[in-house]
């Protein structure tokens, strides 16, 4: 799987040129991957694709521009869509009308686009079932291991369009998640699980990912049920990186020209938590697995600091959202039917120094929040509100115990606010970089 950036950019600049078209961008992606499943050690689902997309633009001469879509990068397709491209154009609309990123023929610095050959299915079968196995034996009433999953993937993206404009990367990943279940006389079925992300099947950590599913669906064995209250809790950070994804409109620029936003053009500069703490979006984190070097526009990827020791620093931009907010685009853009706006990598670190350092084992009352959940019901993104069940643990003179159930619930806003401090370790996980974070003063519901 490889594509020839250079002469598929020469045909369509053929191909346009024999239709009339002067301006004119492709943007698209190949995927080949296959992933497995296991059930009792047999192979429960196999599966193999490649997965292709491409978007064409086109622009007329009144610069009102049209899309269309294929699969198809021979000549036939090619041509097909650009034409398609062209007759749409007519329709385009002329209030803010897409335009070229200004930065899509600005040199990229070198990268490498390597590949990890994917390795045979036959061998995924093997590992998968070889770690469920050791997830099974890890404790007696570990009864199944309902959800699992081993993919490996290898992924071209590529960029061009007629100002010159050849934008082309590529690379690979694989991935493994287990999540267990018990089966106990007496007690409810308890439930954790464990997922990681590397280049390759051979460089996977796929032992940390058994014992980390082990050791949390263990810890959730003996169980309480807890007071509804106000309590100071830590999140961990694929639960904080959850919820702040949850309202990534107080970033994004799009929502906010929409007025989908909990911010406003004005925003910037204002105090919106903090100021322990500070973010990131960095595609190009070097504990990013898999980045991307530049967005759908061709605009190069970047670190953009968001938040800066509790200050909204800066908006995530496309082309077009920038030359209407008078800002420079970030590399934040998704093209398709329309050009949408969307974060890349989350990293997340201590801004000022903290007065008072916490830590868990010697935390007393203090609820552990391990991962969140019902993110697609229990949040109001635009009223900056939410109610959430999770899994965690409440934290008594340094012991966790599991909680049996319960919902956290607030206003993110001043969740923000009421961070009380910023753990220095990070973890990384498939969306970004994050420590444990401290927030005082959250509802807590018990069930």
Known sequence: MTTNIQALAT???DIADKLGIRKFDISGSS???????VDRGEPKQVKASNRSSITVRVWNEAQTVGIASTTDTDPTGLELSL??????SAFGVKDHAPDFSPEATVQLPDYDNTYLPQAPVAKSIETLAEAERELLEAHEAIAGVPYNGLSQRDIERFYLNSDGAERYEAGSYASVYLYSKTEQKGKKPRSAGAFRVDLGLDKLDV??????AADKTISHLNYKQIETGKYTVVFSAEAFLSLFGAFSNIFNAQSILDNRSLSTPDSLGTVIASPLLSVDDNELDPNNVSPSHFDGEGTPTRRLPLIARGVL????????TAKRMHAKPTGHANLGAKVTVSGNFTCVYPGEPAATEYSIET???VIWIDEIKALHAGVSALEGSFSLPFDGWIVEQGQPVSIESATVAGDFRELLKS???????AEVTPGGVCPRIWVEGLSITGD
């Open 83 to 88: 034409k398609t491209a062209a007759e749409a």
């Open 11 to 13: 045909q369509a600049r």
């Open 419 to 425: 961070i009380v401090y910023v753990e220095k370790e």
């Open 313 to 320: 620093s800066n908006f995530m931009h496309s082309a077009g």
């Open 31 to 37: 995927v080949d991957e296959n992933s497995v499943r």
């Open 207 to 212: 032992s940390g990912c058994v014992k980390e």
């Open 363 to 365: 935390a007393d009352n």
